[in-house]
C-alpha cells in the first residue's frame, strides 16, 4: 500500500506538474499573443508618426517658401515704389522736332545735349515699361547727332545746329604783329 501511495503521491505531483505547465504554457501563449498585439499597434504608431513626421516637413517647407516668395514681393513693391518716386522727378521732353525723351524737371532748356546724369536723357518707350534706359551718344549721321537706347534699339536724331560765325569790324586792322594799327 506504500508503494500504491507512493505512486498515487507521484502520479498527483506529475499531475500538478503537468497542470503547472500546461496553466504557464496558457499563459506564456497569452503572454506572447498579447505582445504580438502590443508589437502590431506599436507598428501602426510607429507608420502614423511617420507619416505626420513628412507632412510636417511638406508643411514646412511650404511655410518656408512663402515667406521667401514674400520678401520677393515685397522688394519688388519697394523697387515700383522707389520708380514711381523717381518717375515722379521726371518729364516728358521734346529734344528734338517729333522726338520725345523723358528727362528731370529740373533738367537744362529744350534742345541741351545732355551732359550728366541729372540731365540725361531716358527712353520714352522703356521708361513707360518701369526701364531706366538712358539714351547714349552714337555718333553723328548726316550731320545730324545720334542717340541710341542700349535696351529697345529705338533711337532720336538732334539736328547739329551750325554756329552762325560772322564777321565783326571794329575799323581797325590788326597787322601782321598782331597790334592794332
Known sequence: ?????????????????????ALGAKVARDVEAALVGVNEHLLRLQTI?????????????????????????EKKLAE????????AAHRL????????????QDA?????????????????????????SILQYAGYEAGDRLFRCAHCGGQIRVKEEQPSIGIVSVGRRLDFTGFIG
Do not use: I
Open 93 to 104: 521732353h521734346q529734344v528734338a522736332p517729333g522726338a520725345f525723351a523723358y528727362r528731370r
Open 80 to 87: 515700383l515704389y522707389a520708380f514711381d518716386a523717381e518717375q
Open 108 to 132: 537744362p532748356a529744350e534742345g541741351a545735349e545732355p551732359n550728366q546724369q541729372s540731365d540725361a536723357w531716358f527712353c520714352a518707350q522703356c521708361f513707360d515699361q518701369r526701364r531706366k
Open 49 to 73: 508618426a511617420l507619416g505626420y513626421q513628412s507632412e510636417v516637413a511638406r508643411l514646412s517647407d511650404a511655410v518656408r517658401e512663402a515667406a521667401e516668395r514674400e520678401r520677393a514681393q
Open 1 to 21: 500500500m506504500l508503494s500504491e501511495l507512493s505512486a498515487a503521491y507521484e502520479a498527483a505531483k506529475t499531475g500538478v506538474e503537468l497542470l503547472r505547465n
